[in-house]
């Protein structure tokens, strides 16, 4: 799952520093001796005042005799009236967020019963996003859209909002008659009545949990993109785009609807695929038959040469969950990575199919390092765990780009025939179901006749993954190489373990690869391998089947040649990683050389970044050079940023020539970004001037806006906050504006940091909700204890989950913690300067000593 600005590209959970806050209990599944099974929703749909009222009726059925009680989850209801459909007598409390309800009568098992709830929702704080034209935005579409992942259909929904409770459904929804009608499953009827609304009764045979049922109604463009294996499939967004833009995004569904079923040897098990994009959306949602996304990802010619790739993987994302997710149904969310982590697993299957075995273990790497920094910089925690505090907690780096590497590498350990025979048993037999994890690992075992128990344990039931620090040597005289491997994960405070692992080591011998694997089980180990000569190449799992992060430098020159000649992909890409780590002319030099030469974007992304990290004067001179030279639009944006890792006057004109040539979007804001991070020569008249010009999306403002904080010009403060207002700028800019306000007034000056301050708080009370969490999060940026009454006032009024995320902002400004320290982040920058001079200087020195030996 690729990464937008350092957020998942489905969902838009935050950065943040603890998995869990103090007093985090576990969390399990709740007793259904009274099970919803089907939900009749008849509802009118308010888009001027921004809410729903009518009645939904729920058929409730008994598993055991006897019992008589259920508690809805249903959040600030009001006009509430209860009544059982047969005239069973009933009483019923409720306290703002659940109903509970006790029938005189004991049920019978296997009883079914009819209760119906009249009620009505107004502005919910979560659950739909609401939109209409506004004298500050009177672009604004009319629509509606439900929003519910993972706990938020229950603030409109009258429902037990957990995932082990699904119902079938029908919806009968009624609007204005002007605005199309969408909800899960197939269009029964549309009625139009004479009183200027109309009403559309869509009905879903499958049962449904909560969390996606979906409904959608608006001004919208349709596109239709024929059927597939007859079930229609279609595309929407507002009026403002046309046909074009939603066949650009959307239009490889139905090739991908067809690899996919193929793949699982299942035909979709949903009546239609229908997808809608709105502002205001977090990332996308696999809705059943209804998937939502954000307005972000809309193509127009010039951005789909950028993230055209993107959206597929989006797309191939929310579509394995019609498997993963929406028909085999996780029992509780604790088991969520079986349907995000292969939800991920299958965009790199998709690649590996449709694009070739490069983009898939680029895509493989990829998800590997995002992984590890999670891991690294925040937290290590089980991928299978019940103690979290709120549910979408778990939506992170671990669950679906953590997971989807331990997919692959349980691919890798039982073989292919297995592996997808088990996959595909696993689909047959637990569709319209729901599972945990050992539902999983016992189909596994039984395709493959392994014990996997030491397997899931260690991968899925602990935390942390192997980190290996290797060294070769080899001895001409014995004519054997010996490697020695640490697990420099291990750590028994943290519960760290040492892996169990198989792991195959290579040696490159006139271009032929061989190979040796062998058993990891200790912290340390020494394996001693026959070679004949010294390898040209020494390579640590050159296959990559298993999951770890890598410390290993054989020698510059094995290095410089699996550069070039290392068949696959992260091969050439760890090479390069190594080399640019060691700081040297001749392997800076010959990686830019690389470079130019690669055939395969993927490479030049990771190898850009590499050069970034680098430090040294040799590295700025290589970005200054390929930033001219790239033309790629796939490579261009990481090349940008990478660019901004490094602070030169050379590299600074460079990246301004670029600009001066035409970029597209996404390379725009990153330039922007880049020349921002030159600080004192930054060019801000430029930047100032570029961020009250939105473009496509807002995304070359969004490049403003940070490249303006990036600057640490005050000069900044004043446009920034002008910028945050309500109706200054799209809201996608909005929200990138007060994060940049917050980055920016962090290393001010005690006022200035006071009025940065006060400014977020006045946004706790803003109508988007991104750029009131983004004040949020730009508070915690603060590091001013003087928020907290306003956070905790602002916390109160949220639904659980999102609550969550101003918890944790609170527990770090009580900590005292403070994200970035002006003073320490200086000092850092000083000591970089003078190491790159340093290193400079002892590199000339070493030239010349080299030279003047020469001429001894």
Request: glycine share 8%; with cysteine; hydrophobic share 40%.
């Amino acid at each position: 799952m690729p990464l937008v600005d350092e957020r998942q590209a489905c969902c838009w959970s935050g950065r943040r520093r603890d998995f869990t806050l103090p007093g985090a209990e576990a969390q399990y599944p709740p007793d259904l001796e009274l099970e919803p099974v089907h939900l009749e929703l008849d509802l009118f749909v308010d888009l001027e005042r921004r809410g729903v009222n009518g009645s939904v009726t729920t058929t409730v059925r008994a598993r055991p005799s006897g019992p008589r009680s259920m508690v809805l989850d249903a959040v600030d209801f009001t006009d509430l009236a209860l009544s059982d459909v047969q005239g069973k007598q009933i009483d019923w409390s409720y306290d703002g967020k659940r109903l509970r309800v006790t029938w005189v009568e004991p049920f019978v098992a296997g009883e079914e019963r009819r209760l119906k709830i009249g009620y009505r929702v107004e502005r919910p704080v979560t659950g739909i996003v609401f939109s209409r034209p506004s004298e500050a935005y009177p672009q604004d579409g009319w629509f509606a859209v439900t929003d519910h992942e993972t706990e938020r259909a229950r603030h409109w929904l009258p429902c037990i909002d957990l995932p082990n409770v699904r119902t079938t459904l029908d919806i009968r929804l009624r609007a204005e008659e002007r605005f199309a009608i969408l909800a899960n499953g197939t269009l029964v009827e549309e009625t139009v009545h004479g009183d200027g609304t109309k009403a559309a009764h869509w009905r879903l045979e499958q049962r449904c949990p909560s969390y996606l049922v979906c409904f959608a109604v608006g001004d919208f463009t349709r596109a239709d993109d024929g059927e597939f294996e007859g079930r229609p499939v279609a595309y929407f967004a507002r009026s403002r785009f046309p046909v074009d833009t939603l066949m650009r995004t959307f239009g490889r569904t139905r090739k991908m609807l067809a690899w996919m079923s193929h793949k699982l040897d299942s035909p979709f098990p949903f009546p239609k695929y229908f997808q809608v994009a709105v502002p205001g959306m977090g990332g996308a949602m696999e809705n059943i038959s209804l998937v939502t996304w954000s307005e972000i990802f809309l193509l127009d010619e010039t951005l789909a040469a950028e993230w055209g790739w993107l959206a597929d993987q989006v797309n191939l994302h929310e579509m394995a969950h019609s498997y993963f997710g929406d028909w085999i149904v996780c029992r509780d969310f604790a088991h969520a990575w079986l349907k995000e982590s292969w939800a991920v697993y299958l965009e790199t299957c998709w690649l590996e199919d449709e694009a070739g075995e490069d983009q898939a273990l680029w895509d493989y790497y990829a998800n590997a390092q995002a992984y590890f920094a999670e891991a690294d910089e925040q937290y290590k925690r089980p991928i299978v765990t019940r103690l979290f505090h709120s549910s979408w907690d778990l939506y992170d780096r671990h669950l679906y780009q953590g997971g989807a590497c331990r997919l692959h590498t349980l691919r890798r350990e039982l073989g292919e025939e297995p592996f997808w025979a088990a996959t595909r048993d696993y689909v047959a037999t637990f569709g319209g179901k729901v599972v945990e994890t050992d539902d999983f690992r016992q189909i596994m075992e039984r395709h493959s006749g392994r014990s996997l128990g030491r397997f899931f344990q260690q991968w899925f039931y602990s935390k942390g993954y192997p980190s290996l620090k290797v060294s070769f040597d080899y001895d001409q005289e014995k004519k054997q190489g010996t490697f020695e491997i640490e697990q420099t994960q291990v750590d028994e405070k943290e519960e760290i373990p040492a892996f169990q692992l198989k792991l195959d080591l290579g040696w490159v011998i006139e271009g032929r690869l061989s190979t040796r694997t062998v058993e990891i089980k200790e912290p340390k180990q020494v394996v001693v391998v026959a070679m004949e000569v010294d390898p040209q190449q020494v390579r640590i799992d050159p296959h990559a089947k298993v999951l770890h992060k890598l410390e290993f430098n054989p020698g510059d020159d094995k290095l410089r040649t699996q550069l070039v000649k290392a068949p696959d992909v992260i091969g050439r890409i760890q090479a390069g990683n190594e080399l640019a780590r060691t700081g040297k002319t001749r392997n800076i030099q010959a990686i830019e050389e690389a470079y130019r030469a690669e055939p395969f974007w993927g490479v030049r992304r990771e190898w850009a970044r590499a050069l970034g990290k680098a430090g040294v004067q040799e590295a700025a001179e290589a970005l200054t050079s390929l930033v001219g030279w790239e033309q790629d639009p796939m490579v261009l944006e990481p090349l940008l940023r990478s660019a901004g890792q490094v602070r030169d006057p050379a590299l600074a004109a460079a990246l301004e020539a670029r600009l001066a040539q035409g970029l597209p979007y996404r390379a725009t804001q990153a330039c922007y970004e880049a020349l921002g991070k030159q600080r004192d020569g930054a060019p801000f008249p430029l930047l100032a001037e570029v961020a009250r010009v939105p473009g496509y999306h807002g995304i070359p403002q969004v490049g403003a806006f940070r490249g303006l904080a990036a600057s640490r010009n005050p000069r900044a403060i004043e446009l920034l906050a002008a910028s945050t207002v309500y109706g200054a700028c799209p809201w996608l800019s909005r929200a990138a504006a007060v994060s940049a306000l917050a980055d920016l007034g962090a290393l001010q000056e005690r006022g200035q940091q006071e009025l940065v301050r006060e400014r977020l708080i006045d946004l706790l009370r803003d109508p988007e909700y991104q750029v009131r969490m983004e004040a949020v999060r730009g508070l915690a940026t603060l590091a001013d204890g003087r928020a907290i009454p306003a956070l905790e006032a602002f916390g109160a009024g949220l639904s659980e989950q999102d609550r969550s995320q101003v918890n944790a902002a609170l527990n770090a400004l009580r900590q005292g913690e403070k994200p970035r320290a002006e003073a320490l982040e200086k000092q850092i920058e000083r000591l970089e300067d003078k190491l790159r001079k340093l290193e400079d200087t002892l590199r000339k020195l070493e030239a010349k000593q080299d030279a003047r030996s020469a001429d001894g």
